[in-house]
């Protein structure tokens, strides 16, 4: 796969059936990665789908026709920030540079709005993405916390300051 032609673009309310297909394909491809389940993604309506698309930012790599990823920026005025969540590339595009492209959208998509951080969470053991995150200029906080409410996996706060 040929980076140039990788295309990342933002979606719309309006893609919702893009949106919900890839985070179905992200739940059941990872769900250790992942704060929410398959099965409360499945329980969304249409109106959960668009609604969630116009409270954020959620970008989405393709190439030829095919969904690669996609990852999500969510304004926080109280943290003058934005919260980068729900990354995931498909596993035919790993290694290729999508996941890096995903991040740096995020990351411009902040500067653009004028925000002064960006942070985000990982799983614990998820050493690839830390690396990535790593290489693009975030540093653990030093914050940590459970995936999910009740659940013993953790997960470690990084932040890129911009």
């Not at 739940?27 to 992942?34: C, E, I, M, N, V």
């Not at 290489?135 to 914050?143: A, I, L």
Request: proline letters at 3%; a negative charge; hydrophobic letters at 45%.
């Amino acid at each position: 796969m040929n980076i140039s032609t990788i295309d990342i673009r933002l979606l719309t309310a309006d893609e919702w059936e893009v949106f919900r297909r890839v985070r179905m394909r992200a739940l059941a491809d990872t769900p250790q990665y992942f704060g929410s389940t398959l099965a409360e993604a499945q329980a969304r309506t249409e109106e959960d789908w668009r609604a969630a698309l116009l409270n954020r930012a959620q970008f989405i790599a393709t190439a030829e026709g095919a969904e690669l990823g996609t990852v999500a920026g969510i304004a926080d005025p109280e943290r003058d920030g934005v919260h980068l969540i729900s990354m995931w590339v498909a596993p035919e595009a790993r290694g290729t540079g999508v996941g890096g492209l995903l991040v740096r959208a995020v990351l411009d998509w902040a500067v653009a709005g004028g925000h002064s951080a960006v942070w985000l969470e990982f799983a614990e053991g998820n050493t690839v993405a830390e690396r990535l995150y790593l290489r693009h200029g975030f540093v653990r906080t030093g914050v940590s916390g459970f995936v999910r409410p009740g659940e013993p996996r953790v997960e470690y706060e990084m932040v890129h300051k911009l």
